[in-house]
């Protein structure tokens, strides 16, 4: 059955109660006191909306609830239950202090809060973009860096040469062999894999694109937004 994109998932939920756990003055939080910092994070709609029918409660809160009856946090050893609350443990300290620069920098390039808190989980391998990588560690760089080679091998031809997804500018047209390959890889949407072996950088490369200076620049020129590369097109004509 395919996962509907629109609805929240238990995984989706991971970070933000990390977070919440970090930031709450109090000594942990039961699963009522994170429904409503959850629901103002995540912004749930449309079926999570729905009352349960196995609960007097709307589908969002059931899940939520059910981080404690399945033991997620437990299992990924980021957080213990002790009946009552949760607390977060060092390894789960740990992961919000990692992600914390790569959250930043999807924020720096207009992506919404909402989708990044649902991109970046903690069991997974982070990708931020080239030119918003000075708030992450080093680790994510070179994670980053090794995606964007795998996309620059991906997309480039035979003789080397990459055309821009936005425009169909090519370096060396315009600026010989020095301008072979002047090229940016822009992220659609944050990225987040289960690691970095070649079938993890297989897909993660499907969410990305080449494309020239001057139009990523186009793309991340309103702050809060990402251009779609559809009205990209539409721009330059392509």
């Known amino acids: 059955m395919t996962k509907d994109p629109t609805r929240v998932s238990e995984g989706d939920l991971v970070m933000p109660t990390l ?3 970090v930031n709450s003055k109090a000594i942990g939080l039961s699963t009522s ?9 995540l912004k749930p709609a449309g079926k999570d909306l729905e ?3 196995h609960r007097n409660d709307d589908y969002f809160s059931e899940k939520v609830r059910n981080l404690k009856s399945h033991k997620k946090l437990e299992k990924m050893g980021v957080a213990t239950f002790d009946g009552t609350r949760y607390q977060i443990t060092a390894k789960g300290k740990k992961f919000v202090n990692d992600v914390q620069g790569a959250r930043e920098s999807y924020k720096e390039q207009g992506f919404k809060k909402a989708l990044i808190n649902r991109s970046i989980k ?9 030119g918003h990588q000075r708030v992450v560690s080093k680790v994510i760089r070179a994670r980053s860096q090794k995606l964007r080679d795998f996309a620059l091998k991906t997309y480039s031809k ?30 659609k949407k944050p990225i987040s894999t289960s690691g970095v072996s070649k079938i ?16 990523h620049r186009l793309v991340h020129r309103k702050s809060g937004e990402v251009m779609e590369l559809g009205e990209l097109k539409k721009l330059t004509g392509k």
């Open 19 to 21: 977070e919440a756990l």
């Open 33 to 41: 006191e994170l429904v409503p910092i959850l629901r103002e994070v």
């Open 51 to 53: 009352i349960s029918p």
């Open 122 to 130: 903690p069991e997974k391998t982070v990708f931020v973009e080239e």
């Open 158 to 187: 035979a003789d080397d040469t990459i055309d821009c997804r936005g425009c169909g500018f090519e370096g060396s047209n315009v600026y010989g062999n020095t301008g072979k390959g002047l090229i940016e890889i822009h992220h």
């Open 200 to 215: 993890d950088l297989r897909k993660a490369v499907k969410n990305v694109v080449p494309l020239c200076p001057n139009c």
